[in-house]
Every structure is written in C-alpha cells, then in structure tokens.
C-alpha cells in the first residue's frame, strides 16, 4: 500500500523554538493534511491543501503542498508548551469521492522547560 | 460546528460479548470513516460509507460489522474480539465532492479487550 514518510520521528526543542517537519511520498497526492493529536484525543485538523505550491498559515503553523505533489512540510514558529503533541501528516489519493486517509507515522514534538 | 461525537469514551469486553460503538456528526457531511488506531501509530483505515452505503472495506475481520443508520449516525458492532483488538477506535466525517477532502475525527473509544 502507500506509504508516508514523515520525518524527524521526535523532536526535543526548547520553547519558543522553530519547527519544521515534512512528509515524503513515492505517490502522488492530491490533497494533503496535518493533524494534531493530543494523548486520549482523536486527531485535529490543523490545515489542508489542494494545490501543487500552495503555503497556507494558520497562526503560528505554516504548511506547504510540494510542487511534485509528492512532499510537504509543515512549520511551527515560537513554539510554547501546549504545542506538545502528535503531528500527523495524511494524503489523500487521487481520484473522487470519499476516500480514506493514508497517514504518516507521526513527528512527537517535546518541548523541553 | 465542526464536533463529530463518539461513545462510549471507554469500553473493556470480553472475548465473548458482543458490543457497539457509536459515532454522531450533525456537519450534513455524507462520509464517514472508522478508523483504528494502537498506541504511539497512526491511525489505521478501517470502513468507509458514502451516502449510507459501504464504498471501502479494508479486509478488516468480520468479527467488526459497520452499520450506517442514517446520514448521521455510524456504528460498529464488536463480536468475539481478540486481545490484540484491543485500541482506540476513531470515527471522522467528511463531505464527499466539491472538492473539500477534510476529516473530522471524534475523540475515539478506547477499548480493552480481556
């Protein structure tokens, strides 16, 4: 099946560190989002993108769609403490209709006091 | 109103009982997903239902039956469960067509399987 690279699996930083993440497909994709999961939470969608190029913020989050369509990253700039979490990249195959989500392993992001 | 609801939060069963999990949206979305997910992985595909009828079935064990009410209401039937089924159980919703792809998930159950 397809598979998602999400790279780097943890990140230790101090706060009001930058961050960046990023995922990494051999398929292409059409839509591609980030999630934050919280322990004992279900996922929360953080931001979603549709096109090839596309650089979407929201607050302090920042996300790209890579032009191959294969890629994107995600950047989080001062992080503070309630950052701390599961950040999930998923894509969404080509093609219409409902379809499931193929997700990344997940970047842990700890914020060190 | 982006909320899609699940209960119970908890659930601990026995390889012989029978249980459902229920999931809730009132977004009109005419998706919904089951989705499973073990400790520190992602989450896993399980069911698809578009318009209340079954699109996907990710060769998931018939010991798990999804059903689809109504538009707004999806449910999961657990029957003579393993030890190894045991997870947290995520429902999300979306709205097929028009080009919006994005899920909403519930809180999840966490079940236990003894």
């Known amino acids: 099946g397809q598979q998602l690279n999400q790279s780097p699996q943890s990140m230790f930083i101090q706060e009001g560190e930058d961050v960046s993440m990023n995922c990494t497909s051999s398929?292409?994709?059409?839509?591609w989002l980030w999630y934050k999961q919280e322990p004992g939470e279900g996922p929360v969608l953080l931001i979603a993108?549709?096109?090839?190029?596309e650089l979407t913020s929201n607050g302090r989050l920042t996300a790209q769609f890579g032009i191959t369509r294969k890629d994107s990253f995600l950047n989080i700039s001062a992080s503070i403490p309630s950052d701390v979490g599961i950040y999930f990249c998923?894509?969404?195959?080509?093609?219409?209709?409902?379809?499931?989500?193929?997700f990344g392993k997940g970047t842990h992001l700890i914020i060190q006091p | 109103d982006t909320e899609v609801t699940q209960t119970p939060k908890h659930l601990v069963m026995g390889m012989t009982n029978k249980k459902s999990l229920k999931c809730e949206q009132h977004?009109?979305?005419?998706?919904m997903y089951w989705y499973k997910q073990k400790a520190k992985k992602p989450p896993e595909l399980m069911f698809v239902?578009?318009?209340?009828?079954?699109?996907i079935n990710e060769s998931v064990p018939s010991r798990f039956s999804p059903e689809c009410p109504n538009s707004s209401l999806l449910n999961l039937h657990l029957h003579a469960l393993q030890p190894e089924d045991s997870a947290l159980y995520l429902c999300?919703?979306?709205?097929?067509?028009?080009?919006?792809?994005?899920?909403?998930f519930g809180p999840g159950t966490r079940l236990t399987v003894t």
């Open positions: 999300a919703s979306s709205q097929p067509g028009q080009g919006i792809y994005e899920q909403y």
């Open positions: 398929s292409i994709f059409n839509t």
């Open positions: 977004m009109g979305h005419r998706a």
């Open positions: 993108l549709y096109k090839a190029g």
């Open positions: 998923a894509g969404r195959r080509k093609g219409g209709g409902a379809d499931g989500l193929t």
């Open positions: 239902y578009s318009y209340e009828k079954l699109s």
